[in-house]
């Protein structure tokens, strides 16, 4: 019913950008949180940022507070992730996430997401 595609991964050296897009389809889908999460080879996925669609309130993981930015098209149902000043531990595949309510809780825990992306790479070259 719901899809999540991400896109705009790719290679990039340390010190650059590069800005991601999930674009989420489906006639009923709301999601009232979208979220980044990623996972490098041979770790857990993890939290990176969110974005409440009401309010616009939004959440980072400390990582990588300051270096992206997560914004959201809600009327095209997209949500970016501009990453900036990447580093080599940035390498990761990234995943969007939605997640059909807003719990605090859950924002930060791969449980609290409904639906999922199946990933885009991201690579930082040192």
């Known amino acids: 019913q719901v899809q999540l595609v991400e896109s705009g991964g790719g290679l990039v050296q340390t010190g650059g950008s590069l800005r991601l897009s999930c674009a989420a389809s489906?006639?009923?889908?709301?999601?009232?949180?979208m979220g980044w999460f990623r996972q490098a080879p041979g770790k857990e996925r993890e939290f990176v940022t969110a974005?409440?669609?009401?309010?616009?309130?939004?959440y980072y993981a400390d990582s990588v507070l300051g270096r992206f930015t997560i914004s959201g098209d809600n009327a095209k149902n997209t949500v970016y992730l501009q990453m900036n000043s990447l580093k080599p531990e940035d390498t990761a595949v990234y995943y969007c996430?939605?997640?059909?309510?807003?719990?605090?809780?859950?924002?930060?825990?791969?449980?609290?997401?409904?639906?999922w992306g199946q990933g885009t790479q991201v690579t930082v070259s040192s």
């Open positions: 974005i409440r669609w009401s309010g616009g309130s939004t």
């Open positions: 489906g006639r009923t889908f709301s999601s009232a949180t």
């Open positions: 996430a939605a997640a059909l309510s807003f719990r605090r809780s859950y924002l930060r825990v791969v449980a609290g997401y409904d639906y």
